[in-house]
């Protein structure tokens, strides 16, 4: 089996960014559609200060990651015949990786902001912070365990 090439390594590294971000997108548009909208039901009214402080921070962490994972996709297909490949794709992880965080931060706030509206605020705290370890876990510790070189363990793309 023969090595591919540097332009070989910069189509598959692109290719499997975009289809990553194929995958991440529709459950970021969704929670978005639905942060946008709750304003408008009449329970939403009832929310304290706090609560409304969350719930807009939720939304603003959702469009950031609305943002951070469009914005590969849009620097495609403004430079795609520039021909400077290994920028797209560096710049495309670094963004992809910051809109995940932004992502797991708009549903803990979601889920923080849903929860105290139907529990005690305690079991809302709980279930936040859980979701933050499980989120931080799945998404950020568990990629790092283990990773045999440094530039890995920096959020390089894969190689194989």
Not at 69 to 77: F, K, T
Not at 95 to 112: E, N, R, S
């Amino acid at each position: 089996m023969s090595e591919e090439s540097k332009g070989e390594r910069l189509d598959r590294e692109l290719g499997e960014l975009l289809q990553e971000l194929r995958v991440i997108l529709p459950g970021v548009q969704v929670l978005l559609a639905f942060l946008l909208t709750a304003p408008f039901q009449q329970r939403f009214a009832s929310l304290t200060g706090s609560m409304r402080n969350a719930f807009f921070a939720a939304i603003v962490c959702a469009t950031l990651a609305t943002a951070c994972l469009i914005a590969p996709s849009a620097h495609h297909r403004m430079r795609w015949r520039a021909g400077d490949k290994e920028r797209l794709v560096r710049i495309g992880n670094k963004m992809t990786i910051v809109g995940t965080v932004f992502l797991a931060a708009a549903i803990v706030l979601a889920l923080y902001v849903v929860t105290d509206v139907l529990f005690p605020t305690n079991l809302a705290v709980l279930t936040a912070v859980g979701a933050l370890v499980v989120f931080g876990g799945l998404w950020y510790v568990v990629p790092m365990v283990g990773a045999r070189d440094p530039q890995e363990s920096r959020g390089a793309s894969s190689r194989r």
